[in-house]
């Protein structure tokens, strides 16, 4: 059982997480690469799909606030989690199919995204057994298919790297450390 000094102690831990994963959000409108920042890429037509799920940071950091202040969200809330975590990752994974990698560094980007939402499925089902932790999952998908996109597109475009970028890297470790805070076993993250 939680006291209440556990309790505050979690919930501003994950505060402090949603407050630094809201970096993601200041992210959209500083170049990432080429100085050319997601808001900019959305427009492009070959660049659209590697923009759109920097998006879900709005999302991510909303349904975290939300998560955080209730502990839990409506039928219809964990569907549009979930639903527009699955298109987002389905459109990072749609990558795959305009052409072959020309280098090394584009190889691994590209492959970079099936282990992370492999390992993002296995922990959404994962927590779905256990009370608590699944009441966080909804965030969570959303974080994961942020996550997927990042860090293919952090490798696709390492070395060019602008404040974009770098907004993306810090989201992208805040949203990590909240999905382990959620997933570690023996932690009460509804009163988190």
Same mark, same amino acid.
């Given at each position: +059982?939680?006291?209440?000094?556990?309790?505050?102690?979690?919930?501003?831990?994950?505060?402090?997480?949603?407050?630094?994963?809201?970096?993601?959000?200041?992210?959209?409108?500083?170049?990432?690469?080429?100085?050319?920042?997601?808001?900019?890429?959305?427009?492009?037509?070959?660049?659209?799909?590697?923009?759109?799920?920097?998006?879900?940071?709005?999302?991510?950091?909303?349904?975290?606030?939300?998560?955080?202040?209730?502990?839990?969200?409506?039928?219809?809330?964990?569907?549009?989690?979930?639903?527009?975590?699955?298109? +987002?990752?389905?459109?990072?994974?749609?990558?795959?199919?305009?052409?072959? @990698?020309?280098?090394?560094?584009?190889?691994?980007?590209?492959?970079? @995204?099936? @282990?992370?939402?492999?390992?993002?499925?296995?922990?959404?089902?994962?927590?779905?057994?256990?009370?608590?932790?699944?009441?966080?999952? @909804?965030?969570?998908?959303?974080?994961?298919?942020?996550?997927?996109?990042?860090?293919?597109?952090?490798? +696709?475009?390492?070395?060019?790297?602008?404040?974009?970028?770098?907004?993306?890297?810090?989201?992208?470790?805040?949203?990590?450390?909240?999905?382990?805070?959620?997933?570690?076993?023996?932690?009460?993250?509804?009163?988190?």
């Amino acid at each position: +059982m939680n006291t209440p000094r556990q309790h505050a102690h979690r919930s501003i831990v994950q505060l402090l997480l949603t407050a630094v994963g809201m970096t993601g959000i200041v992210g959209l409108f500083l170049p990432f690469t080429y100085g050319t920042s997601p808001v900019d890429a959305v427009a492009d037509k070959e660049l659209w799909r590697l923009a759109v799920p920097f998006f879900l940071a709005v999302l991510a950091s909303a349904a975290s606030i939300r998560w955080v202040i209730s502990g839990s969200f409506s039928g219809r809330e964990r569907a549009i989690g979930y639903v527009v975590s699955a298109t +987002m990752a389905g459109v990072t994974l749609s990558l795959w199919f305009p052409g072959r @990698p020309a280098t090394m560094q584009e190889w691994i980007a590209l492959v970079s @995204p099936v @282990p992370i939402l492999a390992l993002g499925v296995y922990f959404l089902v994962r927590n779905s057994r256990m009370e608590p932790a699944r009441k966080f999952n @909804p965030v969570m998908a959303i974080q994961i298919a942020y996550l997927a996109n990042a860090v293919l597109c952090l490798i +696709m475009f390492f070395g060019g790297w602008e404040r974009g970028a770098y907004c993306a890297l810090v989201a992208a470790l805040a949203f990590v450390l909240q999905i382990v805070l959620a997933s570690a076993p023996g932690i009460d993250v509804v009163n988190s």
